[in-house]
């Protein structure tokens, strides 16, 4: 190890947006002279991660690190192989590893916020620490939680984008919306019966809050910048790879923009995607509508 080396962790990059990532990223190091990025590979399966190595051609630079994020043991181990492999150093953190639930139950929907926000939180409380001085966190997130935000009550809107917005209180309104999917009052709760993948919508728009938070907390250390990032509607195993849409490659490119675009040009903790800064709220009630129509169809698809 050198001091000039980054070292990159992609959750998730065993297949589909995360693996896209990490080949980006080798193409980037391939361009340029003396590159000495150290790339880890984030998978829950072991398995898994090393065939993502060898369809790679088992580059020198990229390594495995088994991570489920959804496991606060598995965190730890990995958070402990950073510190013992890579001397606790890491410049760029992407937080891309999640799931959409195949059935609407209460088991399904605990499952997604464990992966997609808490998750996510556990994550970057542990490695956050170690990465240096001017330090990136991408946050993969969704148009689905700012839409989705839309057609929430109005109460639940201000909640969700309040300025002052605190972990804990966010974590409330995670555990009070499981809590309302539970007993079957999430309309009395401000989510309308139309929300569709309402825990995952609702996993994204609390990941989006998130962000924003962690932005304010981190920014004043080490100048660490924390951003959201929407790769897309992109064709994966996460939605049985749906016909007409784009590709994982070209949702990793919005992930990579995030990377490589200067952080005067960008807003700490802003929510992107293709490099445009979005709202935190959709306010496109045409695709929100359109969005609507379109997850009725797919939602036949994947359950």
Avoid: W
Avoid at 67 to 81: F, G
Avoid at 187 to 194: D, T, V
């Amino acid at each position: 190890m050198t001091e000039q080396k980054r070292v990159i962790l992609v959750t998730g990059a065993n297949k589909g947006i995360g693996f896209e990532v990490v080949k980006k990223f080798l193409q980037e190091s391939s361009s340029k002279t003396n590159n000495n990025d150290v790339i880890l590979l984030g998978s829950r399966n072991i398995k898994r991660g090393e065939d993502a190595i060898q369809q790679l051609g088992c580059p020198s630079n990229v390594h495995l690190l088994q991570l489920d994020t959804s496991s606060k043991e598995s965190i730890i181990l990995a958070t402990n192989e950073i510190k013992q492999k890579y001397n606790g150093h890491l410049d760029i953190l992407i937080n891309n590893a999640g799931i959409v639930p195949r059935e609407d139950s209460i088991e399904a929907a605990k499952s997604t916020l464990a992966t997609n926000y808490y998750g996510v939180k556990m994550v970057n409380e542990h490695l956050i620490p170690l990465l240096h001085e001017n330090g990136r966190v991408i946050n993969v997130a969704s148009t689905v939680g700012s839409m989705g935000l839309y057609i929430c009550s109005k109460e639940l809107q201000k909640r969700y984008t309040s300025s002052t917005l605190t972990i804990e209180e966010l974590d409330h309104l995670v555990e009070d919306f499981l809590s309302a999917f539970e007993s079957h009052n999430l309309e009395h709760m401000g989510y309308p019966s139309e929300l569709p993948f309402k825990a995952y919508s609702v996993s994204k728009a609390a990941l989006i809050a998130l962000t924003r938070i962690e932005a304010r907390e981190y920014s004043h250390k080490k100048n660490i910048s924390i951003y959201a990032v929407c790769p897309g509607f992109c064709a994966t195993d996460l939605n049985n790879n749906a016909a007409g849409a784009r590709s994982a490659s070209l949702g990793a490119d919005s992930i990579l923009y995030m990377i490589n675009t200067p952080t005067n040009e960008l807003e700490n903790g802003g929510f992107y995607r293709d490099g445009e800064k979005l709202s935190q709220i959709c306010d496109d009630d045409a695709a929100v509508r359109a969005y609507i129509e379109h997850s009725k169809k797919l939602v036949e698809k994947i359950q």
